[in-house]
Structures are given as C-alpha cells and as structure tokens.
C-alpha cells in the first residue's frame, strides 16, 4: 500500500524576487502562487525584501489588517515588516522585511554562520552582505510568526530560492528543526560563472571541481552558501536535469526532485476575439516603432522576430541571434523581409527624444534616424556588447538590407517611454521567437512565447528544450512549435547557421503551414501548467516534512 504523502499546513516561501522583479525566478514565484492559493488559502506567505522607500512596489498591497496580532507583535520585537498581497493572479500574502537594521551584526551572523555550517563568508563582496542579511532577516520573520501563531503539531516548510536565501534556511535547520525545509537552486552560482567567463561548461563538467572553480571565479562565498544548503536542506531541488547534473558535480550532492518551473495561462486573453485584437495592436506598434526609427514602410507580411531575458550575452546566446541575422542578410532563401528586436534591459540611460517625436506625430517616414539600430541611448554606448556587434558587422539596417536588427534595452513595463506596453502585450505579435541559449537552467522566455502561440527557437542546453524533445519524442522541428538546436561548447557557428535556415524555412510557409506550428506551439505550454508541474512540489514537501518528523523523533 503505497504511503500517504504529508501536506504541509504552512508554507513559507522567500526570494528575492517576492514583488521585485528581477528575472525567470519572479516568473515561476508569481505564476505558481495561484495554484497553491487554491489549496492553502492564505497559508502560503511568501517574504521577500522590502528596499521600497520612495516608491512603492508596483506588485505589492500594502494591508495591515492581514495577520495583524502577529504584525503586533512583530513590531515590539523590532522587526520591521510590512505585510500584503501580491499583486499577481491568486494574490497570495507578501511579508516585505526591511533588511538594513543586520548589517552592524553581519560579522557576528557570519561567525555564527562559519561556526554552525562551514559557510566561508571571508570572500564575501557585492550583493552577497545585502542577500544575506535579507535572507537572515526572512528567517527572523518565521522564527517570530511560528513561535506566536502556530502549533506544534502543524506541518510547516521554509521554502529558500537561490544561495540569497540560504543563510536564512541554515538558521531555521538550527532553531525550529520541527520546520521541513526546501532549497531550490534555479542555476549554480559556480555553473553560470564558469559559463558567462567564456569557459566550456558541458564537455568538462565532470572534471570541474566547485570549491576549485569557486577560488578561481573569485566566488567562494557565494558557492561555499549554496553548497552546504544544498547539503543541509531536507529537501534539495533544481528546476531542470542539464542543472541536476550541474549540481552533482559543482556541488557534490544530487538533488532530491527535479522541479520544472511552469506556467499560469491566465496571462493569455481567453477569447480568439481579445488575442486577435491583441496580437494586432502589438504588430501595429512594432513596425510603428520600426518605421519610426528605419524611415522605411514596413506592411503586415514583414517578419517580427525577437530575443529577450536577461542581459547576458553569451549566456543567453545573444551573440549567435545577432550572427544568425548577419548571415540571414546575404540568404536567397529568405522570402520575407524581417525586423529582429532584442530585448534586453542594458544600462539605459533615457527613450530617444528623436523617436518620441516621430511616434507622437502619427506619420509614416521615408528617412532614418540616426543610429537607427537602437529605441533608447545607452549610458554606455560604445562599450554595449549588442551594438559593438552590430557595429563589427556593418549591420547598420540600411533600406537595401532585408534584415533590419533593433536593440530594444529596457524592461518591457509599459512605462518605457516609446513602446510603452507590457512584454507580454508585444510577445504575442511576433512570428517567430528566438533563445539560442548556451546556459539555461530552465527557459522561461520560450515557454511564454509558445503559450502566446508563438512558435519558437531554443536549444538542449535549456532545460525547457530537453523537456520539449522528451514530449515530442524526438528532436523539435518548427512543425511542433518549439525548434531544438542541438548545441554544444563548441558548435556556435553551426547553431548559427540553423537559425538563419529556420528563419528562411519559416519565410516560405504557407498560412496553413504556419497555423500548425502556432497549434502546436500553443499545445506544447498546455503541457507545462502549473496544474501538472505542481505535482513535482508536492513531492518535494513530503520529502521534507518526512526528514524533519525523523529529526524530531530522535
């Protein structure tokens, strides 16, 4: 007879991407909380860090009637807490902790720290103080919440997201060992580093030694946190297999469950009607912009292509996007005329006042601007990796040129100044979708585009590309919606070249054609909701609650 599974009664999550919004983890924190307010009902709180001052988070309700005897209480034990809702679907409860007051105590927390679990704090620099003292400060919160307002005999578990909530996971393993605890890893501190420092990551991994690595990449803190949370957690989790195995090897313990990050459609107008609408007002902006800025008229049969994510260029595979359009310039193949956006946020300095003017007037124009190449001035504009590139290239989207490549810097927030719509407003009026990544954990950005019907390009390095070609059963083709690059450390010009053909493939479809691979695309994210991958967390809370009965029992 198989076992019941233990359910928690409470569940504490923290990140520092609780109504902050930073990158993928906001994505899997904010679209998951729903499905677990339908079964928890406000017992599932998530905490992250409170540094609004001058403004308030756009994510979050500020309500002081909510758990109001503990906030009480709280205050008198000096902590300073502000508590509400998420402003995301489900509005779960948000506990915003204001982290400053720790860091005159950060040497003791961290002699604490060496003392109890081995973390080397010594190297610590950057944004590990302020993580820590948040993720102290996290802990604090349901050390003070569960002595005042939970029972013995309720099933609690801490949920930590990324080595920045791992101290806070080690305080409570020593204080309230009645508490299951969770640690996720969303990617290796050490993995991304050796990555993002052009070293191969893939064909060495397992020569790859992570205290050694961390001595060299100068991230001993960071990797010495990760490591021995990985190892003192009840429950070790990864979002991905290619990151399970980075965690066997960089951080010598494998993870317990593999937790694959999902999705919550509701984003996703509801009715054909709404999308259609939709999906033109966003191509009606982007060849706007386009012919704002290019100074050429652009018709409805242009192809809209983007990338987007995080800034990271070799990482995210940037670089092979912006190779793949230079080649796609001299394709006979190609049938259409294509504008490629890439956008990710980079050091923006302010919207082009030029541009501006041109959207405001309503007109079409005949001319470019100059450098008709990017929608915003950068701070740094001679040494951004993304027109460096262009530049080396002379892609300077001249009018001859059937490929036209703009740089789109900023958070798609809908306050940006010259689209001025949400990113997923505009993701829904591209073609075709774009994430050659070398290094991803996960993939957030392919999973949105293909519930927005959008077909998409992607890799095997990304987690979400191998869990595509294990639905399909085979390698993805355009066809099933989702195309997987097969990508090693070393083929980038190969990977390149599959783009630029695809790209070209997809140019020649016919209208039928292309409504199978949207199909198709929109039948793949139905595969990867939340109410599926939820599955894999319930797992992972039985695992932990069931370590710490065992703990307490001793």
């Given at each position: 007879m198989a076992k019941e599974r233990f359910t928690p009664d409470y569940i504490f999550e923290s990140s520092w991407e609780v109504c902050n919004k930073v990158g993928g983890i906001y994505t899997v924190l904010s679209t998951r909380a729903q499905t677990l307010q339908k079964v928890l009902k406000d017992k599932i709180i998530f905490i992250g860090p409170d540094f609004w001052k001058e403004q308030e988070s756009p994510y979050f309700k500020e309500d002081s009637s909510l758990l109001a005897e503990w906030q009480w209480q709280a205050k008198e034990q000096g902590l300073k807490v502000r508590v509400g809702r998420w402003t995301v679907p489900g509005e779960p409860i948000a506990i915003l902790v204001d982290f400053n007051p720790y860091f005159e105590k950060k040497n003791e927390i961290y002699g604490w720290l060496w003392e109890h679990y081995q973390v080397d704090s010594l190297h610590a620099y950057g944004d590990y103080d302020e993580a820590s003292m948040f993720s102290y400060a996290a802990a604090l919160v349901v050390e003070s919440f569960y002595n005042h307002s939970l029972k013995p005999e309720q099933k609690v578990i801490y949920h930590a997201n990324e080595w920045m909530c791992g101290l806070g996971l080690l305080y409570l393993n020593n204080?309230?060992?009645q508490i299951g605890t969770v640690f996720t890893t969303h990617a290796t501190s050490i993995g991304r580093s050796i990555a993002g420092n052009q070293k191969p990551l893939y064909d060495y991994l397992f020569a790859y030694n992570g205290d050694q690595m961390a001595g060299e990449l100068n991230m001993q803190s960071k990797h010495s946190i990760e490591k021995q949370t990985a190892h003192y957690a009840d429950c070790f989790t990864t979002?991905?297999?290619?990151?399970?195995?980075?965690?066997?090897?960089?951080?010598?313990?494998?993870?317990?469950?593999v937790l694959p990050n999902g999705f919550d459609n509701s984003f996703v107008p509801s009715t054909a009607q709404?999308?259609?609408r939709k999906r033109k007002a966003a191509r009606q902006k982007m060849l706007q912009v386009a012919n704002a800025l290019l100074g050429e008229e652009l018709d409805d049969d242009t192809l809209l292509i983007s990338t987007s994510g995080r800034y990271e260029?070799?990482?995210?595979?940037?670089d092979v996007f912006v190779e793949a359009m230079n080649r796609?310039?001299?394709?006979?193949?190609?049938?259409?005329k294509v504008v490629a956006f890439i956008e990710v946020p980079g050091w923006v300095g302010e919207p082009r006042k030029d541009l501006q003017e041109r959207l405001a007037s309503g007109q079409k124009f005949d001319t470019p601007l100059d450098v008709p190449q990017v929608t915003h001035w950068l701070h740094n504009m001679s040494h951004d990796n993304v027109l460096s590139m262009l530049k080396y290239y002379d892609m300077h989207n001249?009018?001859?040129?059937?490929?036209?490549?703009?740089?789109?810097p900023c958070y798609l927030d809908g306050n940006d100044g010259i689209v001025n719509m949400t990113y997923y407003d505009v993701v829904l009026g591209n073609d075709l979708c774009i994430y050659p990544s070398y290094y991803e954990p996960w993939g957030y950005t392919p999973l949105e585009a293909i519930a927005f019907k959008v077909p998409c390009i992607t890799t095997d390095l990304a987690g979400f590309g191998l869990w595509a070609n294990t639905v399909f059963g085979h390698d993805g083709q355009l066809e099933d919606g989702v195309k997987v690059i097969h990508r090693t450390d070393y083929n980038y010009s190969e990977v390149a070249d599959n783009i630029k053909d695809t790209v070209a493939e997809f140019s020649n479809m016919t209208k039928k054609q292309i409504e199978t691979c949207r199909k198709n695309?929109?039948?793949?994210?139905?595969k990867a909701l939340w109410t599926h991958f939820i599955e894999y967390y319930y797992e992972a809370y039985d695992i932990a609650l069931?370590?710490?009965?065992?703990r307490m029992e001793k």
């Open positions: 204080k309230l060992p979002v991905s297999d290619i990151t399970a195995k980075e965690c066997v090897e960089l951080l010598d313990k494998p993870v317990d469950v709404a999308f259609a260029f070799r990482n995210k595979g940037i796609l310039l001299r394709d006979r193949d190609l049938k259409k001249r009018k001859d040129e059937n490929v036209k490549v703009i740089f789109l695309a929109e039948a793949l994210s139905e069931r370590k710490a009965q065992d």
